[in-house]
């Protein structure tokens, strides 16, 4: 009886495959190396302005562009960026106009980070107007002078839309996702 049962247990783990799962051929996804400045396109996603931006705040962009390197899609058209508020003062009394500094931070490709650096609005003038010298004038008026310090400056608006470039602050390897155009 003993042998029946020993020569069962050595028939059943003689049998291929048993002893190891076969493992499901997995080939690593091609990778490529996509280098520090290296220049995108990236378009602010919603309206941002001196008056309403909040210091520290997030600033959301979206890839503008496919970015590719040579017949490789490497950044799809349309992915999440992500930049931030520096610096942000609304316009004021005296004629001060509103002042606004954004950085662009990272590209969200997946779970992988993209840093970027170098943000540069390419359309503008993005500066609130100053009216300080209006608020000068209006303060040398006899008996005007108090008018003057309800003399406001105007705010900073960079309209959903614009255009902005950026730059790829290290490099990066990242997976290829197309290799056709």
């Given amino acids: 009886m003993f042998r029946v049962i020993l020569f069962a247990v ?5 049998m291929p495959g048993f002893a190891q799962q076969d493992a499901p051929a997995s080939t690593p996804s ?14 602010f996603a919603d309206e941002v302005s001196s008056k309403t931006a909040i210091k520290s705040g997030e600033v959301l962009f979206v890839v503008a562009e496919d970015l590719r390197i040579g017949d490789v899609l490497v ?11 520096v610096h942000v003062q609304k ?12 950085a662009a931070r990272y590209i969200r490709l997946g779970d992988q980070r993209i ?13 609130g107007k100053n009216n300080s010298d209006a608020a000068l004038a209006v303060s ?3 008996y005007a002078g108090l008018v003057s310090l309800f003399i406001t400056g105007g705010e900073i608006v960079i309209p959903a839309g ?3 470039s950026v730059l790829v602050a290290a490099d990066t390897p990242l997976p ?3 290799e056709t155009k």
């Fill in 91 to 102: 316009s004021g009394f005296g004629g001060r106009g509103g002042e606004l500094i954004l």
């Fill in 140 to 142: 040398m008026i006899p």
């Fill in 115 to 127: 840093a970027l650096r170098s943000l540069k609005p390419l359309a503008g003038p993005y500066a």
């Fill in 176 to 178: 290829v996702i197309s």
């Fill in 30 to 43: 091609p990778v490529m190396l996509l280098p520090a400045k290296t220049p995108l396109i990236l378009a």
């Fill in 10 to 14: 050595l028939s059943v783990l003689a």
């Fill in 75 to 85: 950044v799809p058209k349309d992915t999440p960026a992500i930049g931030e508020v």
């Fill in 162 to 164: 614009t255009r902005a």
